[in-house]
Nanobody
């Protein structure tokens, strides 16, 4: 069982930046895909960005050019640098990982004030 631990959420003004981090607790061999999803109030959970261990990225159109996903394979940690934040980016952000099954973090709140 993989447990993902997120950090870095908070409150920021529109146009500001935040950086999210996520790492698995305990010992695990590898996580081929890691990434981030988000869920705003009253909406379905949606993809933000994913990154494979070989460097393939996938971004939601709404965050392209503003968010950057990266990972440290040695630490099995994934990061999400969020720039030029907008109020519509307000959501709970969930860390995601895949290794033979889908794994989710507990979520971290990101609030962008106008």
């Amino acid at each position: 069982q993989v447990q993902l631990v997120e950090s870095g959420g908070g409150l920021v003004q529109s146009g500001g930046s935040l950086r999210l981090s996520c790492a698995p607790s305990g010992s695990i061999f590898s996580l081929p895909t890691m990434g981030w999803y988000r869920q705003a109030p009253g909406k379905q959970r949606e993809l933000v960005a994913t990154l494979t261990s070989t460097g393939n990225t996938n971004y939601a159109d709404s965050v392209k050019g503003r968010f950057i996903i990266s990972r440290d394979n040695a630490k099995k940690t994934v990061y999400l640098q969020m720039n030029s934040l907008k109020p519509e980016d307000t959501a709970v952000y969930y860390c995601y990982a895949w290794r033979n099954a889908n794994y989710w973090g507990q979520g971290t709140q990101v609030t962008v004030s106008s």
